[in-house]
């Protein structure tokens, strides 16, 4: 059982930046696909930005939504996912959670959460 923990959340103006990161209680070298989601009051969970890591190298895709802006990477020696989040517009306010995901030969083995951190952006 791996525990996963985001920081970084918190309370933005319009414009600004933030960096989440999520922390896993174990080794995260053999997580092959990292995802950010997030979501919002009223409305379903979404994914924000994806990781996978493949025979291809690392393959990254984002929401049209936050394309541009929003950056994710992993640092296996850290045991750490982050999401880099930069001009941030108040429709990007919801909770932000982080999901690992070992998956061999098409079949899934582990999926972990985290708790979620609240990204709350002003006008």
């Known amino acids: 059982q791996v525990q996963l923990v985001e920081s970084g959340g918190g309370l933005v103006q319009a414009g600004g930046s933030l960096r989440l990161s999520c922390v896993a209680s174990g080794s995260i070298f053999n997580f092959n696909i990292m995802g950010w989601y997030r979501q919002a009051p009223g409305k379903q969970r979404e994914l924000v930005a994806g990781?996978?890591?493949?025979?291809?190298?690392?393959?990254?895709n984002y929401a049209d939504s936050v394309k541009g802006r929003f950056t994710i990477s992993r640092d296996n020696a850290k045991n750490t996912v982050y999401l880099q989040m930069n001009s941030l517009i108040p429709e990007d306010t919801a909770v932000y959670f982080c999901?690992?995901?070992?998956?061999?030969?098409?079949?899934?083995?582990?999926?972990?959460w985290g708790q979620g951190t609240q990204v709350t952006v002003s006008s």
């Open positions: 990781l996978t890591s493949g025979s291809s190298g690392l393959i990254t």
């Open positions: 999901n690992i995901v070992r998956v061999r030969n098409g079949v899934k083995l582990y999926d972990y």
